[in-house]
Protein backbone atom coordinates (compact mmCIF):
# COMPACT_ATOMS: atom_id res chain seq x y z
CA UNK A 1 0.00 0.00 0.00
CA UNK A 2 1.52 3.72 -1.55
CA UNK A 3 2.10 6.13 1.73
CA UNK A 4 -0.17 8.53 2.07
CA UNK A 5 0.50 12.73 1.65
CA UNK A 6 0.67 14.20 5.36
CA UNK A 7 -0.20 17.55 3.78
CA UNK A 8 0.73 20.83 4.47
CA UNK A 9 -0.08 20.45 8.25
CA UNK A 10 3.53 20.38 9.15
CA UNK A 11 4.40 23.71 7.76
CA UNK A 12 1.72 25.32 10.24
CA UNK A 13 3.38 23.84 12.89
CA UNK A 14 6.71 24.72 11.64
CA UNK A 15 6.14 28.81 11.08
CA UNK A 16 4.23 28.45 14.60
CA UNK A 17 7.27 27.16 16.47
CA UNK A 18 9.74 29.85 14.47
CA UNK A 19 7.47 32.50 15.62
CA UNK A 20 6.75 31.38 19.06
CA UNK A 21 10.40 30.75 20.04
CA UNK A 22 11.06 34.27 18.91
CA UNK A 23 8.44 35.68 20.57
CA UNK A 24 9.27 34.05 23.76
CA UNK A 25 12.69 35.08 24.22
CA UNK A 26 11.80 38.41 23.37
CA UNK A 27 8.79 38.32 26.10
CA UNK A 28 11.36 36.90 28.79
CA UNK A 29 13.72 39.46 28.09
CA UNK A 30 10.93 42.50 28.46
CA UNK A 31 9.58 40.84 31.05
CA UNK A 32 12.56 40.90 32.84
CA UNK A 33 13.77 44.59 32.32
CA UNK A 34 10.00 46.35 32.68
CA UNK A 35 8.77 43.73 35.88
CA UNK A 36 5.70 43.32 34.36
CA UNK A 37 3.40 40.47 35.62
CA UNK A 38 0.99 40.66 32.47
CA UNK A 39 4.54 40.36 30.67
CA UNK A 40 5.59 37.40 32.70
CA UNK A 41 2.52 35.87 31.91
CA UNK A 42 2.74 36.12 28.58
CA UNK A 43 6.26 34.59 28.44
CA UNK A 44 5.61 31.47 30.44
CA UNK A 45 2.88 31.53 27.37
CA UNK A 46 5.17 31.91 24.89
CA UNK A 47 7.40 29.40 26.31
CA UNK A 48 4.79 26.74 26.65
CA UNK A 49 3.63 27.29 23.11
CA UNK A 50 7.26 27.01 21.82
CA UNK A 51 7.18 23.30 23.73
CA UNK A 52 3.88 22.29 22.62
CA UNK A 53 4.89 22.60 18.94
CA UNK A 54 7.89 20.28 19.65
CA UNK A 55 4.88 18.20 20.66
CA UNK A 56 2.87 18.57 17.64
CA UNK A 57 5.80 17.67 15.21
CA UNK A 58 6.57 14.45 17.20
CA UNK A 59 2.66 13.82 16.48
CA UNK A 60 3.11 14.67 12.72
CA UNK A 61 5.90 12.26 12.33
CA UNK A 62 4.65 9.30 14.58
CA UNK A 63 1.30 9.50 13.16
CA UNK A 64 2.67 9.27 9.44
CA UNK A 65 3.98 5.86 9.82
CA UNK A 66 3.15 3.52 7.59
CA UNK A 67 0.55 1.00 9.14
CA UNK A 68 2.24 -2.77 9.75
CA UNK A 69 1.27 -6.37 11.87
CA UNK A 70 1.43 -4.49 15.04
CA UNK A 71 -1.10 -2.15 13.83
CA UNK A 72 -3.02 -2.51 11.03
CA UNK A 73 -5.20 0.56 11.85
CA UNK A 74 -1.79 2.25 10.91
CA UNK A 75 -0.39 5.06 13.41
CA UNK A 76 -2.57 7.92 13.18
CA UNK A 77 -3.92 8.03 16.99
CA UNK A 78 -0.33 8.89 18.03
CA UNK A 79 -1.30 12.25 16.75
CA UNK A 80 -4.00 12.37 19.71
CA UNK A 81 -1.65 11.12 22.28
CA UNK A 82 0.77 13.57 21.45
CA UNK A 83 -1.58 16.65 21.09
CA UNK A 84 -3.14 15.90 24.39
CA UNK A 85 0.38 15.71 25.82
CA UNK A 86 0.87 19.23 24.50
CA UNK A 87 -2.94 20.60 26.17
CA UNK A 88 -1.49 19.35 29.22
CA UNK A 89 2.00 21.33 28.96
CA UNK A 90 -0.37 24.49 28.14
CA UNK A 91 -2.35 24.12 30.77
CA UNK A 92 0.85 23.48 33.88
CA UNK A 93 3.41 25.64 31.90
CA UNK A 94 1.19 27.93 30.93
CA UNK A 95 -2.16 28.24 32.58
CA UNK A 96 -1.16 27.58 36.25
CA UNK A 97 2.34 29.93 36.03
CA UNK A 98 0.59 32.84 34.90
CA UNK A 99 -2.14 32.61 37.63
CA UNK A 100 0.19 32.05 40.29
CA UNK A 101 2.41 35.11 39.30
CA UNK A 102 -0.72 37.20 39.10
CA UNK A 103 -2.08 36.43 42.47
CA UNK A 104 2.03 36.83 43.74
CA UNK A 105 1.88 40.19 42.54
CA UNK A 106 -1.47 40.92 43.98
CA UNK A 107 -0.34 40.30 47.56
CA UNK A 108 3.82 41.59 46.88
CA UNK A 109 3.83 43.68 43.59
CA UNK A 110 7.18 44.49 41.95
CA UNK A 111 7.66 48.04 40.69
CA UNK A 112 7.83 48.27 36.77
CA UNK A 113 9.16 50.39 34.15
CA UNK A 114 10.80 50.48 30.87
CA UNK A 115 7.39 50.56 29.47
CA UNK A 116 8.34 51.20 25.76
CA UNK A 117 10.12 48.20 25.65
CA UNK A 118 7.55 46.01 26.68
CA UNK A 119 5.03 47.89 24.32
CA UNK A 120 7.31 47.22 21.45
CA UNK A 121 8.21 43.58 22.73
CA UNK A 122 4.20 43.21 22.56
CA UNK A 123 3.89 45.08 18.90
CA UNK A 124 6.36 42.59 17.28
CA UNK A 125 4.94 39.80 19.26
CA UNK A 126 1.35 40.20 17.69
CA UNK A 127 2.91 40.51 14.23
CA UNK A 128 4.58 37.18 14.24
CA UNK A 129 1.88 35.59 16.00
CA UNK A 130 -0.61 37.04 13.60
CA UNK A 131 1.45 35.29 10.75
CA UNK A 132 1.34 32.07 12.72
CA UNK A 133 -2.60 32.83 12.50
CA UNK A 134 -2.99 33.41 9.45
CA UNK A 135 -0.81 30.53 7.70
CA UNK A 136 -3.58 28.39 10.71
CA UNK A 137 -6.36 30.25 9.49
CA UNK A 138 -6.06 29.72 5.58
CA UNK A 139 -4.94 25.89 6.11
CA UNK A 140 -8.17 25.77 8.31
CA UNK A 141 -10.58 27.59 5.69
CA UNK A 142 -9.41 25.26 2.65
CA UNK A 143 -10.35 22.15 4.81
CA UNK A 144 -13.68 23.75 5.84
CA UNK A 145 -14.65 24.62 2.15
CA UNK A 146 -13.72 20.90 1.02
CA UNK A 147 -16.47 19.89 3.84
CA UNK A 148 -18.90 22.69 3.30
CA UNK A 149 -18.41 23.75 6.60
CA UNK A 150 -17.63 27.34 8.21
CA UNK A 151 -14.21 27.81 9.16
CA UNK A 152 -14.42 27.72 13.35
CA UNK A 153 -16.88 24.58 12.81
CA UNK A 154 -14.06 22.82 10.75
CA UNK A 155 -11.40 24.00 13.56
CA UNK A 156 -13.96 22.44 16.55
CA UNK A 157 -14.69 19.00 14.29
CA UNK A 158 -11.79 18.42 12.60
CA UNK A 159 -10.21 15.38 13.21
CA UNK A 160 -6.36 16.70 12.76
CA UNK A 161 -5.83 17.49 16.65
CA UNK A 162 -2.42 19.42 15.41
CA UNK A 163 -3.80 22.05 13.01
CA UNK A 164 -6.39 22.62 15.57
CA UNK A 165 -4.15 23.16 18.34
CA UNK A 166 -1.88 25.87 16.37
CA UNK A 167 -5.30 27.83 15.63
CA UNK A 168 -6.29 27.78 19.22
CA UNK A 169 -3.02 28.17 21.11
CA UNK A 170 -2.72 31.26 17.98
CA UNK A 171 -5.77 33.08 18.67
CA UNK A 172 -5.27 32.81 21.96
CA UNK A 173 -1.84 34.28 21.60
CA UNK A 174 -3.54 36.92 19.91
CA UNK A 175 -6.02 37.74 22.71
CA UNK A 176 -3.14 37.44 25.43
CA UNK A 177 -1.23 39.88 24.01
CA UNK A 178 -4.17 42.29 23.93
CA UNK A 179 -4.94 41.46 27.66
CA UNK A 180 -1.17 41.88 28.68
CA UNK A 181 -1.28 45.29 26.56
CA UNK A 182 -4.03 46.78 28.84
CA UNK A 183 -2.77 45.54 31.94
CA UNK A 184 0.99 47.48 31.34
CA UNK A 185 -1.41 50.55 30.34
CA UNK A 186 -3.40 50.32 33.42
CA UNK A 187 -0.12 49.46 35.27
CA UNK A 188 1.26 52.85 33.89
CA UNK A 189 -1.72 55.17 34.06
CA UNK A 190 -2.66 54.60 37.35
CA UNK A 191 0.60 53.31 39.07
CA UNK A 192 -1.22 50.37 40.34
CA UNK A 193 -0.13 47.04 39.79
CA UNK A 194 -3.69 45.71 40.39
CA UNK A 195 -4.54 45.85 36.77
CA UNK A 196 -1.14 44.37 35.35
CA UNK A 197 -1.50 41.56 37.89
CA UNK A 198 -5.12 40.86 36.73
CA UNK A 199 -3.79 40.94 33.69
CA UNK A 200 -1.33 37.82 34.57
CA UNK A 201 -4.42 36.15 35.92
CA UNK A 202 -7.03 36.46 32.68
CA UNK A 203 -4.25 35.71 30.40
CA UNK A 204 -3.79 32.02 32.59
CA UNK A 205 -7.65 31.67 32.92
CA UNK A 206 -7.80 32.25 28.77
CA UNK A 207 -4.67 29.35 28.03
CA UNK A 208 -6.94 26.97 30.79
CA UNK A 209 -9.88 27.63 28.73
CA UNK A 210 -7.97 26.86 25.71
CA UNK A 211 -6.06 23.71 27.30
CA UNK A 212 -9.27 22.10 28.55
CA UNK A 213 -11.37 22.25 25.17
CA UNK A 214 -7.73 20.78 23.53
CA UNK A 215 -8.04 18.21 25.67
CA UNK A 216 -11.45 17.29 25.65
CA UNK A 217 -10.95 17.32 21.80
CA UNK A 218 -8.35 14.71 21.69
CA UNK A 219 -10.08 12.41 24.01
CA UNK A 220 -13.19 12.20 22.04
CA UNK A 221 -11.25 10.96 19.29
CA UNK A 222 -8.42 8.58 20.88
CA UNK A 223 -12.25 6.79 22.83
CA UNK A 224 -14.09 6.69 19.10
CA UNK A 225 -15.28 10.26 17.99
CA UNK A 226 -18.30 9.47 15.61
CA UNK A 227 -17.91 11.09 12.23
CA UNK A 228 -19.98 13.77 11.51
CA UNK A 229 -23.26 13.61 9.00
CA UNK A 230 -21.13 15.46 6.19
CA UNK A 231 -18.32 13.02 6.25
CA UNK A 232 -21.02 10.08 6.66
CA UNK A 233 -22.88 11.63 3.53
CA UNK A 234 -19.28 12.49 1.78
CA UNK A 235 -18.33 8.93 1.37
CA UNK A 236 -21.63 8.01 0.41
CA UNK A 237 -21.90 9.49 -2.83
CA UNK A 238 -18.44 8.16 -3.11
CA UNK A 239 -19.00 4.59 -2.79
CA UNK A 240 -22.41 5.11 -4.95
CA UNK A 241 -20.68 6.92 -7.71
CA UNK A 242 -19.42 3.48 -8.71
CA UNK A 243 -21.48 1.92 -11.46
CA UNK A 244 -21.26 -1.66 -9.86
CA UNK A 245 -23.04 -0.50 -7.00
CA UNK A 246 -26.36 -0.11 -6.61
CA UNK A 247 -27.22 1.25 -2.83
CA UNK A 248 -25.95 0.80 0.67
CA UNK A 249 -27.41 -1.04 3.21
CA UNK A 250 -24.50 -0.57 6.21
CA UNK A 251 -22.28 2.25 6.48
CA UNK A 252 -19.41 2.44 9.40
CA UNK A 253 -16.61 5.29 9.66
CA UNK A 254 -13.98 5.19 12.30
CA UNK A 255 -11.34 8.16 12.76
CA UNK A 256 -8.31 6.02 13.22
CA UNK A 257 -5.70 9.67 12.43
CA UNK A 258 -5.70 12.65 10.98
CA UNK A 259 -7.80 12.62 8.15
CA UNK A 260 -7.52 8.90 8.04
CA UNK A 261 -10.24 6.97 7.96
CA UNK A 262 -11.47 3.32 8.27
CA UNK A 263 -14.72 2.37 6.23
CA UNK A 264 -16.50 -0.69 6.26
CA UNK A 265 -19.87 -0.89 4.35
CA UNK A 266 -22.69 -3.01 3.34
CA UNK A 267 -24.05 -2.90 -0.63
CA UNK A 268 -26.05 -4.23 -3.14
CA UNK A 269 -24.46 -4.71 -6.30
CA UNK A 270 -25.76 -4.36 -9.81
CA UNK A 271 -27.58 -7.15 -11.74
CA UNK A 272 -26.60 -10.84 -10.91
CA UNK A 273 -23.03 -11.75 -11.54
CA UNK A 274 -21.47 -14.76 -10.88
CA UNK A 275 -19.96 -14.98 -7.24
CA UNK A 276 -16.30 -14.54 -8.37
CA UNK A 277 -17.09 -11.60 -10.32
CA UNK A 278 -18.40 -9.72 -7.36
CA UNK A 279 -15.73 -10.79 -5.12
CA UNK A 280 -13.43 -8.96 -7.77
CA UNK A 281 -15.80 -6.23 -8.05
CA UNK A 282 -15.76 -5.41 -4.32
CA UNK A 283 -11.78 -5.71 -3.77
CA UNK A 284 -11.66 -3.36 -6.98
CA UNK A 285 -14.23 -0.57 -5.11
CA UNK A 286 -12.05 -1.45 -2.07
CA UNK A 287 -8.16 -0.98 -3.62
CA UNK A 288 -10.22 2.30 -5.44
CA UNK A 289 -11.42 4.07 -1.73
CA UNK A 290 -7.93 3.47 -0.53
CA UNK A 291 -6.22 5.30 -3.21
CA UNK A 292 -7.99 7.95 -2.13
CA UNK A 293 -5.72 9.60 0.83
CA UNK A 294 -8.46 9.84 3.56
CA UNK A 295 -9.07 5.96 3.34
CA UNK A 296 -6.68 4.36 5.53
CA UNK A 297 -8.45 0.49 4.94
CA UNK A 298 -11.88 -0.15 3.08
CA UNK A 299 -13.75 -3.66 3.34
CA UNK A 300 -17.04 -4.38 1.64
CA UNK A 301 -19.28 -7.11 2.47
CA UNK A 302 -22.77 -7.81 0.29
CA UNK A 303 -26.19 -7.17 1.39
CA UNK A 304 -28.75 -9.26 1.21
CA UNK A 305 -32.14 -7.88 -0.53
CA UNK A 306 -34.38 -7.95 2.77
CA UNK A 307 -32.10 -4.97 4.24
CA UNK A 308 -33.48 -1.50 4.00
CA UNK A 309 -31.25 1.16 2.03
CA UNK A 310 -29.68 4.16 3.84
CA UNK A 311 -30.81 7.05 3.14
CA UNK A 312 -28.77 10.02 3.57
CA UNK A 313 -29.20 13.74 3.63
CA UNK A 314 -28.01 14.85 -0.38
CA UNK A 315 -30.19 12.03 -1.01
Do not use: C
Amino acid sequence: MKRKKSGPVSLTVIIAFAANILVAAAKTAAALISGSASMTAEAAHSWADTGNQVFLLIAERKAARKRDRSHPMGYGREAYVWSMIAAFGLFTAGAVVSVMHGIQQLFTPEPAGDYAIAYAVLAVAFVLEGVSFTQAFRQSRKAARELDRNTLEQVLKSSDPTLRAVFAEDSAALVGLLIAFAGMFLHQVTGSAVPDAVGSILVGILLAAVAVVLIDRNRRFLVGQAVTSDIEDSMARRLLAHPEIERITYLHLEFVGPRKLYVVAAVDMQGDQREHDVAVALRRVERELEDHETVEEAVLTLATADEPSLVFPAG
